[in-house]
């Protein structure tokens, strides 16, 4: 009877933690709802505020190049690093923190590579291998662009000082609910248009171009950063629903084995009580 009470504190074990995924699963998807129609309604926004910046920085001289477009030799990266505070989202913080070992030993070895980190899990997991130079987690808390744009206003200023050559965002880019890409984009200095040269949109300009293009930038870097978290925070509850519906479904799997085979070592007990019965009766009729 000992094996069957094990079996049954197994079986009300495992009921309580498909309770727990299918709760979370549950807030998860609401959650998300919210994130993907925040930005779904963004995209078209930054996408095109992105290109006409491009297109304008493209068509400038030199001389009256922005100072976030300046190209210089790369030899110290800063790394931004955006994942979530928590985790039970499936593979969603380990494939960040993956791409961050790529860029920091492969795509930039030799080069001097610190990090920001805008989430907990990137915060925990670069602090003991890299140097970590802000940690912007709780921005979590209250996610609004006021908030981001001071993430934004930092990293830039970083950019100018000449602190660091080229800063990067790491990423997942929300796809569904059951899919996220991990996106390494270039956030300073600006990435002109393919070719060096100006859209061919004809655009008319008041004041002049130069003062649009220094007044456009950087309003368009603190939407890119917004856009890269909110996609990031649509992909956590997406990640975070998918792997809780899976580990329901393990557990309602596994609870039903559990439950099979409390039942099979039920029935064998009851069996073996019965043969003693008749064994018992047949002794003493002999």
């Given at each position: ?122 915060n ?12 912007h987690?709780?921005?979590f ?5 006021d ?6 206003e ?64 950087p ?68």
């Open positions: 009877m000992a094996n069957l009470k094990e079996i049954r504190n197994r079986i009300s074990s495992v009921s309580s933690t498909m309770q727990i995924t299918s709760a979370m699963k549950m807030v998860s998807a609401a959650k998300l709802k919210k994130a993907q129609d925040a930005i779904t309604a963004m995209r078209p926004y930054s996408d095109k505020l992105t290109e006409l910046l491009q297109s304008l920085s493209a068509s400038l001289d030199a001389d009256s190049g922005s100072k976030y477009a300046d190209n210089r030799e790369v030899k110290k990266v800063l790394v931004v690093a955006i994942t979530s505070n928590r985790g039970l989202a499936g593979a969603f913080n380990s494939n960040i923190l993956k791409q961050t070992t790529v860029l920091s030993n492969e795509t930039y070895a030799g080069k001097q590579v610190d990090f920001v980190a805008i989430g907990k899990k990137a925990d997991f670069l602090t003991k291998k890299s140097s970590v130079i802000a940690n987690s709780p921005v808390d209250d996610l609004t662009f908030n981001v744009a001071e993430i934004a930092s990293l830039m200023e970083l950019f100018v000082s000449g602190k660091y050559d080229r800063i990067e965002l790491v990423y997942n880019k929300f796809k569904n609910a059951a899919t996220q890409l991990v996106m390494t984009e270039q956030f300073l200095p600006i990435v002109p248009a393919e070719g060096g040269e100006a859209m061919g949109t004809d655009y008319k300009f008041e004041p002049s171009k130069a003062e649009i293009v220094e007044q456009l930038i309003k368009s870097l603190k939407t890119q950063l917004y856009k890269a978290i909110r996609d990031s925070f649509a992909s956590e509850h997406g990640a975070r629903m998918t792997a809780m519906h899976k580990a329901t479904d393990n557990a309602k799997e596994l609870r039903d084995q559990l439950k099979l085979t409390y039942n099979k070592a039920r029935q064998a007990a009851i069996t073996n009580e019965i043969l003693e019965i008749v064994g018992g009766a047949e002794a003493l009729n002999n």
